[in-house]
C-alpha cells in the first residue's frame, strides 16, 4: 500500500505523429510528396528521440539523474537499513537454541515482517523505474500491505505478551505455550495476507482514477478502512500499557521489602514504555490521519512525508523490541567476537517491570 503511489507517473512511449513535427528540407524536390513527414531520423532537422524498446511491457531507462525523485531514493535507502537490520535479528535468533521462548518467536515474527518490508521498498523502487505495468504494481502494493499489516499486528501481539506476563507472573511460563505462540501467529499472517490481496482481487483503482487514494492503486475506501484498523490496533496498545503501568506499581507498593529497587525498575519501565508509544504514534498516526482525509488530488509532496515516517518504524523496530533485549545482545556478541562482555551474564534473566 505504502510505496505504489509512485506507480502513478506517466511513462515513456513512442513519439506521437502531429502534423508539427514536419519540417520543411531543402534536399528535397517535392517536400509536401514525402510519404514519411514525421518518421524520425528522415527529416535531418527532427530532434524527437526514438524509443528503442519493442517490447509491450513498459521498460522505462534512466536518462538522467532528475528522472530519480529523491523521496524515492529515501525510501530505497530505508528499505535496505530496514532489511539489514532485521536479518541480523532473525540470524540471531535462528542460530541460538536458547532464544525459543514465545517472547522471542514473536520478535522473529516482528523482524521477519519488517523484513519483507524492507524488501518491498526495494522492490517497488525497481518496479517505478525499470518494469512498469499494471501487474508489477499490484504485486508491490500486495507485498507492502502484507509486510506493514503484519508487523503492526506482531507489534500488538508483544504488547498482550507482556501484558499477560505481569498479569499473570505466576502462570504465565505454564500456560503459554510454544504451540499457542504458533497459532497466534498464523492468524496474524493470515489477516496480512487477507489484506494484502484485497488490490488483486479488484479492490483497486485502475479502472477508475477518481476513486485513488493518496497511494495508488488503493482505493479510498481501502485506505480509510487499513487506517481505521491502525488506530484500532493503536487504542488497544494504549489501554494495555496503561494496564501494565498499573500493575507494576501494585507490585512496586506490595513488595516493600524491595521498594527502591522496584520503584527505579518500574520508573524505567514507565519510561520504555513512553518511548514505544511515542515512537509508534509519531511514525504511523501522521500517514493514518492523511490517509483518512486525502485522496489523489492532493500534492504528492505530502503523502511521501507522511510515507517516510511510516516506514523508519521498521527501523525503530529492531532497536526497540530486540537489540536492548540482553539475551540477544549475548547472541550478538558471540555471534560476532565468541565472547559475552563481563555486564552480561550468562544465565537467563528473569524479566522485570522495566522490560515491557
Not at 502494493?141 to 499486528?153: D, E, H, P, R, Y
Not at 493503536?234 to 496503561?242: C, D, E, G, H, I
Request: charged share 10%; net charge neutral; proline share 6%.
Amino acid at each position: 500500500m505504502i510505496l505504489s503511489l509512485a506507480a502513478a507517473m506517466s511513462s515513456g512511449g513512442l513519439p506521437q505523429n502531429t502534423t508539427s513535427s514536419a519540417t520543411f528540407n531543402p534536399s528535397s524536390l517535392d517536400p509536401w510528396l514525402d510519404p514519411y513527414p514525421d518518421l524520425p531520423g528522415v527529416n535531418s532537422s527532427s530532434t524527437v528521440p526514438v524509443r528503442t524498446s519493442t517490447s509491450d511491457l513498459d521498460l522505462r531507462p534512466l536518462t538522467s539523474p532528475q528522472d530519480v525523485s529523491p523521496w524515492d531514493v529515501a525510501l530505497c535507502v530505508t528499505g535496505t537499513l530496514i532489511s539489514c537490520e532485521n536479518a541480523l535479528v532473525i540470524a540471531v535468533l535462528f542460530y541460538t537454541p536458547t532464544l525459543r521462548a514465545p517472547m522471542f518467536i514473536l520478535i522473529g515474527s516482528l523482524a521477519f515482517a519488517d523484513l519483507l518490508a524492507g524488501l518491498g521498498l526495494i522492490l517497488n523502487f525497481v518496479f517505478i523505474y525499470l518494469v512498469k505495468g499494471e501487474v508489477v504494481t499490484l504485486i508491490s502494493t500486495g507485498i507492502l500491505i502484507v509486510a506493514f499489516s503484519a508487523s503492526i499486528l506482531n507489534i500488538l501481539a508483544i504488547t498482550v505478551d507482556r501484558y499477560l506476563s505481569l498479569y499473570n507472573a505466576l502462570t504465565y511460563h505454564t500456560e503459554r505455550t510454544v504451540l499457542f505462540t504458533y497459532l497466534v501467529i498464523g492468524l496474524i499472517w493470515l489477516v496480512g495476507l487477507i489484506l494484502g490481496v484485497l488490490p488483486a482481487l479488484g479492490w483497486n483503482c485502475l479502472d477508475d482514477e477518481t476513486t485513488c487514494s493518496v497511494c495508488r492503486p488503493v482505493t479510498k475506501s481501502n485506505a480509510v478502512a487499513l487506517a481505521s484498523f491502525f488506530l484500532l490496533v493503536f487504542a488497544v496498545m494504549m489501554q494495555l500499557y496503561l494496564q501494565i503501568c498499573r500493575i507494576a506499581f501494585r507490585h512496586a507498593q506490595q513488595i516493600a521489602v524491595q521498594h527502591q529497587f522496584i520503584a527505579i525498575s518500574t520508573t524505567k519501565g514507565v519510561q520504555t514504555l513512553s518511548v514505544i508509544l511515542c515512537a509508534f504514534a509519531m511514525c504511523w498516526l501522521p500517514f493514518a490521519m492523511y490517509s483518512i482525509v486525502a485522496d489523489s488530488s492532493y500534492p504528492i509532496i505530502y503523502t511521501y512525508a507522511t510515507v517516510l515516517p511510516a516506514a523508519c518504524n521498521s527501523v525503530l523496530n529492531p532497536i526497540i523490541y530486540a537489540f536492548r533485549n540482553p539475551d540477544i545482545q549475548k547472541g550478538l556478541w558471540l555471534a560476532c567476537c565468541g565472547c559475552v562482555p563481563s555486564n552480561l551474564s550468562l544465565r537467563p534473566r528473569v524479566r522485570t517491570s522495566s522490560d515491557v
